[in-house]
C-alpha cells in the first residue's frame, strides 16, 4: 500500500480548514483535531491518502507533537507537513471578524496569539511546506497545495529541504515569507518588446530574449554558485525550508524566467525537493 499522510497545522486562523477542505477535494481522507495518541489507527487503516488536521487544541508541548510525527515516520509512512502561518495583524483581524475565541486563553488575543507562535515556531522549522496566507486567496492556497502535492509523487525520505523558488512583481509588494530575495529589475525588460509584452517567463521567445542579454547571463554566473554554496550550508544547520524569491517590474517576464530556469539547475542538487510559483499569475496580474 503506498499511503500518504499530510499532516496540516500552523497557527490558529491562518487557513487550516480551507487547506483541508482542499485536500479533500483532492480525494485525501480529512480528519481535522485529531487527538495525539491515535497514530497506530492511521498506519491500520487502509485508505491510502490522508490528510489530518493538527493544531494547538491536540498538544499542549511540542515534544508530543514531535513523538507523534516520528511515529508515523519510523512505520516508513510517506509523512508531510504543510505549516500555515499569516500576519499577527491578520490572524487578530480574522479572530475578530468570525467573533471565535482563540484556544489558547491568555489575558487578550494578542497575547494568545503570540503565546501559540512561540509554541509551535520549531514545527515550522520541520515543515515540508510553509505558506503565509496573509495575503493570498483560497484559489491561490489551492494552486500551492496541489503543486506540492504534486512534487510528491516520486516521495524520497531523504529530502533534506523543500525549496521553493517564487517569481513576483515589485510593483505589487515585496512576498513577506521570503529567505532569500534578487532583484532582476537591471536586466532589459521584454514588455518594451510589442511581440513579448503579453507573453510571459513561461513562454519560450521570452526565455531566450532574457537570456541573450549579457547582464542575464553574467548575475545567473554568479547567481547559481552562490546558492550552490548555500543550500548545503543551510541544510547542514538544520534548516528544512527555503524561499527564493526574484522580483522584476511586474513579475511577468524576466523574473519568471529566472525562477524556471533556476529550478531546472538547483534540482540537481541531492536530497533537495524544488517547487515553483508565480505570484502575480496566480493574482491575475498578467
Not at 481522507?29 to 487503516?45: A, R
Not at 507537513?81 to 479572530?95: S, T
Not at 523543500?162 to 532582476?184: A, R
Not at 532589459?188 to 542579454?213: A, H, M, T, W
Request: aromatic fraction near 10%; charged fraction near 25%.
Amino acid at each position: 500500500m503506498n499511503k500518504h499522510i499530510i499532516i496540516v497545522t500552523g497557527l490558529s486562523g491562518a487557513g487550516k480548514t480551507t487547506a483541508l477542505n482542499i485536500l479533500e477535494d483532492m480525494n485525501f481522507y480529512t480528519i481535522d483535531n485529531l487527538p495525539l495518541g491515535f497514530e497506530k489507527s492511521l498506519i491500520k487503516t487502509d485508505i491510502e491518502n490522508l490528510a489530518v488536521g493538527i493544531d494547538i487544541r491536540t498538544f499542549k508541548k511540542t515534544e508530543d507533537f514531535f513523538q507523534f510525527i516520528n511515529f508515523l515516520r519510523n512505520s516508513s509512512i510517506k509523512t508531510n507537513i504543510i505549516y500555515l502561518e499569516a500576519q499577527e495583524g491578520v490572524i487578530l483581524g480574522r479572530y475578530n471578524l468570525s467573533r471565535r475565541a482563540h484556544p489558547l486563553k491568555e489575558n487578550t488575543l494578542v497575547e494568545s496569539i503570540k503565546k501559540e507562535e512561540e509554541i509551535i515556531k520549531p514545527i515550522r522549522d520541520i515543515a515540508n511546506l510553509v505558506i503565509d496566507t496573509t495575503s493570498i486567496k483560497a484559489i491561490d492556497l489551492e494552486k500551492r497545495i496541489k503543486e506540492f502535492i504534486k512534487s510528491k509523487k516520486d516521495f524520497n525520505l531523504k529530502i533534506s529541504m523543500n525549496i521553493h523558488i517564487q517569481s513576483f512583481g515589485y510593483k505589487y509588494g515585496i512576498p513577506l515569507d521570503s529567505d532569500l530575495m534578487f532583484d532582476v529589475r537591471f536586466i532589459p525588460n521584454p514588455y518594451y518588446i510589442k511581440e513579448l509584452r503579453s507573453k510571459s517567463g513561461l513562454d519560450k521567445e521570452v526565455q531566450e530574449y532574457v537570456f541573450s542579454q549579457k547582464e542575464s547571463n553574467d548575475f545567473y554566473d554568479k547567481l547559481l554558485p552562490f546558492l550552490d554554496f548555500l543550500i548545503p550550508n543551510y541544510i547542514k544547520e538544520g534548516k528544512k525550508h527555503l524561499t527564493i524569491s526574484i522580483g522584476c517590474s511586474g513579475g511577468q517576464h524576466r523574473s519568471v524566467s529566472f525562477v524556471n530556469r533556476l529550478a531546472q539547475d538547483l534540482s540537481k542538487l541531492e536530497n533537495v525537493n524544488i517547487y515553483t510559483s508565480h505570484r502575480e499569475n496566480e493574482f491575475g496580474h498578467w
